[in-house]
């Protein structure tokens, strides 16, 4: 298959021929910090789960086609016991057709590694919602050595041969460097999954020279918009002895290149519809619907991890607003917020899960009438099918995000409206904003402005809505999560210049005459 064959609208078919024919022979090497498959004392014994999550669903058809490794962090406390003696499982258990490779953090590297410098300090670093960002000296240790336990790893899996390395996220800025280092045949590609901040606010990070010579170990570096990969350029353009090309969105550093490219991320579209239209999914509607009781007319939702980058207290204040500044809706709206706990070590995210039930413990007892309550509160996991049950039970669902990489949960929610119905309330701060044009905008910094656009969702007639959430839904299906793989692929080929990584380099140069 050449560049130019690939198809206009991605499946997860099509991915797996690109993978097949452009990638055979090619061994590929997947890197993140959760697993793909986790290892669980039950009661029943040792359980194999999958967990939820939208890197499984891109990158499981991936290894599943090539046959290559995950390294990925062993945090399940049955993980040891299912492993060979190289740290290696075959998955999916049902069907093995790639390896999981586990790699072993102690309690406190992971705790300063993960839960200190990638989450108190990368994360509010990258997403300026007005979070301090904590950089403990003890923290970037053990970042250090987190990212050489994995460079080990890889290293090993790929035997001083060529191979294809795709890494995933913040959580290991340094390991480009330390592979090309110890390896300069690997292809190695990054996708940076949180938002990329502009130069003034990056001046900060203590150790900046050496997280950004890391990232330019990358033969391609990913970010969901051109505004974060321009922002990227920018901090290496005054921070970094290097030759940045802003026209073609490369670097150059000492011989090496790096391309800088955005790759907006995406779900199984056609999947997730498939799943939303089913039975089960009519069963849990039902559900839900004596569980919510009938006390209400006008059905409101909103679904995340309890992150304080998402803007839930601000959004619970908006309902607040809704009903001091409009009446009719009292004891008629009522607004479920599922707020999943969430890196539940750090403090911050301890004070804001308290906050967020405080609001809800006074904006019920302002408004409370009989037995109804304007706010319901759902502080635990729910599984998939019961969100897509929510989702087709809503008359709205807001995002709020202060600032987002992208936000799955708009694109999940217009897969979720196979009947064309529901209003999208989504936060200019997303990257999905930038795509999902048909959505009601708004700023999560103003309560008003936040209100306004729930007294718009609630008026809005009929036909707007079904207009704009098929709109949503064109996009979202063409943009889904193949392409976005598809993307990367097609990144990798376009990278390709050692001889001898891929079986058949002369046929995959890229065809646009791009090359390095
Ligand atoms: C990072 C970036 C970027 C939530 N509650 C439940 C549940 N969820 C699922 C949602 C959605 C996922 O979690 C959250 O994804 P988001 O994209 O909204 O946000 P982050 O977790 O912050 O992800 C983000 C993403 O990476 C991908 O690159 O979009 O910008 O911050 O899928 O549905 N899932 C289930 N039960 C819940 O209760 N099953």
């Known amino acids: ?182 390896n300069p045949n690997l292809t190695v590609a990054q996708f940076w999954h949180i938002p990329w901040p502009n130069r003034e606010t990056f001046r900060v990070f203590p150790w900046k020279e050496e997280l950004l010579d890391g990232l330019l170990g990358n033969d391609v570096l990913g970010f969901h918009l051109r505004y974060h990969c321009n922002n990227f350029l920018d901090t290496i353009d005054r921070g970094v002895e290097s030759l940045v090309d802003m026209e073609r969105s490369e670097v150059w550093r000492g011989g090496g290149l790096t391309r800088v490219r955005a790759f907006p991320i995406s779900i199984d579209f056609e999947q997730h519809t498939l799943e939303a239209d089913s039975p089960a999914v009519a069963i849990h509607m039902e559900r839900w619907r004596k569980e919510l009781g009938n006390g209400h007319q006008f059905l409101g939702i909103g679904v995340d ?94 995002v709020t995000s202060l600032h987002d990489g992208m936000n799955l949960v708009a694109k999940e929610y217009a897969a979720s409206r196979v009947d064309e119905d529901g209003v999208l309330v989504l936060s200019s701060f997303t990257g999905a904003a930038r795509e999902l044009s048909a959505a009601l905008p708004i700023n999560p910094f103003s309560v008003e402005d936040m209100a306004e656009a729930l007294r718009t969702a609630l008026v809005m007639p009929r036909d707007e809505r079904a207009r704009r959430m098929r709109a949503l839904r064109a996009i979202v299906r063409q943009n889904n999560i193949y392409t976005w793989a598809g993307r990367v692929m097609g990144a990798l080929l376009e990278a390709n210049n050692a001889p001898g990584v891929f079986g058949h380099s002369q046929a995959m140069v890229f065809s646009s005459g791009v090359q390095a």
Not at 15 to 28: G, T
Not at 68 to 93: C, I, K
Not at 141 to 161: I, K, M, T
């Open 305 to 398: 991890r309890a992150d304080y980058t998402k803007g839930i207290p601000d959004r619970l204040w908006a309902v607040d607003r809704l009903l001091e500044s409009y009446p009719e809706y009292r004891g008629k709206l009522l607004f479920l917020q599922v707020a999943v706990p969430s890196r539940t070590q750090i403090g911050e995210y301890q004070r804001l899960n308290q906050e967020v039930e405080d609001i809800c413990g006074e904006i019920n007892r302002k408004w409370a009438r009989g037995s109804w309550r304007p706010i319901r509160l759902c502080s635990r996991h729910l599984p998939q099918i019961e969100l897509m049950a929510l989702h087709r039970l809503s008359h709205f669902c807001m």
């Open 1 to 182: 298959m050449t560049w130019e064959r690939h198809p206009t609208t991605w499946t997860r078919n099509a991915l797996h021929e690109l993978i097949r024919s452009e990638f055979r022979d090619v061994r590929v090497i997947a890197v993140s910090n959760r697993e793909p498959y986790i290892h669980r004392r039950g009661p029943n014994g040792v359980e194999c789960a999958q967990p939820a999550s939208g890197l499984t669903t891109a990158l499981d058809p991936i290894m599943r086609a090539t046959g290559g490794v995950w390294v990925a962090h062993g945090s399940g406390d049955a993980d040891r016991s299912a492993v060979d003696r190289r740290d290696h499982v075959a998955v999916p258990p049902e069907e093995p057709s790639y390896t999981l490779r586990r790699v072993w953090l102690d309690q406190t590297t992971e705790r300063r590694y993960y839960y200190g410098l990638a989450n108190e300090g990368l994360w509010p670093l990258c997403h300026v919602a007005f979070h301090r960002p904590v950089f403990r000296q003890e923290d970037w240790e053990s970042y250090r050595r987190a990212n050489r336990l994995f460079a080990d790893a890889v290293l090993e899996e790929a035997d001083g041969e060529p191979a294809v390395v795709f890494i995933q996220d913040y959580h290991f800025a340094l390991l480009p460097r330390l592979l090309k280092e110890r």
